[in-house]
């Protein structure tokens, strides 16, 4: 039976961490608070664009996260899929002890 192994750096599966849901429920929390808060419109405009602000950051963020993650995803699924290929062509094609090239496989 062959054995698979995991080829690149460790793996981890793309669930949204606990810090990602606190920080999405903090900020759904504040804007909450800032509508039900006796402010006056101005004051509450403001804060609600400070929110604004923070989510689109978080959400920057987030992205830049899942971009570096899908790359790490390509680059292991690249090596991966080359030592797969090798070792297909090796057990199809195995060279003779000694054998150097193509051309001293007795073609």
């Known amino acids: ?12 599966p793309m669930v949204p ?3 990602t849901g606190f920080l999405i429920g903090a ?10 808060a006796p402010r006056s419109g ?4 403001r804060g609600l664009a400070g929110a604004g602000r923070r989510a689109r950051d978080a959400a920057r963020n ?12 390509e ?8 030592a797969a290929r090798t070792a297909v062509e090796d057990t199809l094609h195995p060279q003779k002890p000694g054998a150097t090239g193509p051309s001293s496989m007795g073609n």
């Not at 039976?1 to 981890?12: D, N, P």
């Not at 900020?27 to 039900?36: E, H, K, R, W």
């Not at 996260?65 to 790359?71: I, K, N, P, T, V």
Request: charged share 25%.
């Open 1 to 12: 039976m062959t054995e698979v192994t995991q080829v690149g750096r460790g793996s981890r």
């Open 17 to 19: 961490s606990a810090g």
């Open 27 to 36: 900020l759904l929390g504040a804007g909450v608070a800032l509508l039900l």
């Open 42 to 45: 101005a004051d509450t405009r």
């Open 62 to 73: 987030a992205l830049g996260r899942a971009r570096d993650a899908a790359e790490r995803f």
């Open 75 to 82: 680059h292991d699924g690249v090596a991966a899929l080359k």
